[in-house]
Nanobody
Framework: EVQLQASGGGLVQAGGSLRLSCAAS????????IGWFRRTPGKEREGVSC????????YYADSVKGRFTISTDNAKNTVYLQMNGLKPEDTALYYC????????????????????WGRGTQVTVSS
């Protein structure tokens, strides 16, 4: 079964940066999309960004657009989320998910329709 491991979280001051990684193992999909999500206690899960390997398209939530960048290293089966200009409201447990098949990031948007979900990495932004 596919396994996803998110890492790279930590404590950072407002305005700082972090780069999250999502490493996939036991992974044989030719076309796939990976999404990043976050959850804060007491709030619903929020879609952050996704990327499709079908066309390298990306999608971002309005709340992170211009600050976060999603990218892939296909050779390493790893997806990154570069987070700049972090704000206290970005504090959350961040986790990734993967779905197989051809799609575009615009079509997928912030959908939660993924096949596999990984465990999260905590990001805490202090004010």
């Amino acid at each position: 079964e596919v396994q996803l491991q998110a890492s790279g979280g930590g404590l950072v001051q407002a305005g700082g940066s972090l780069r999250l990684s999502c490493a996939a193992s036991r992974f044989t999909f030719e076309d796939y999309a990976i999404g990043w999500f976050r959850r804060t206690p007491g709030k619903e899960r929020e879609g952050v960004s996704c990327i499709s390997t079908s066309d390298n398209s990306t999608y971002y939530a309005d709340s992170v657009k211009g600050r976060f960048t999603i990218s892939t290293d296909n050779a390493k089966n790893t997806v990154y989320l570069q987070m700049n200009g972090l704000k206290p409201e970005d504090t959350a447990l961040y986790y990734c998910a993967v779905r197989s098949g051809m799609t575009t990031a615009q079509a997928l948007g912030l959908s939660t329709s993924y096949d596999y979900w990984g465990r999260g990495t905590q990001v805490t932004v202090s004010s």
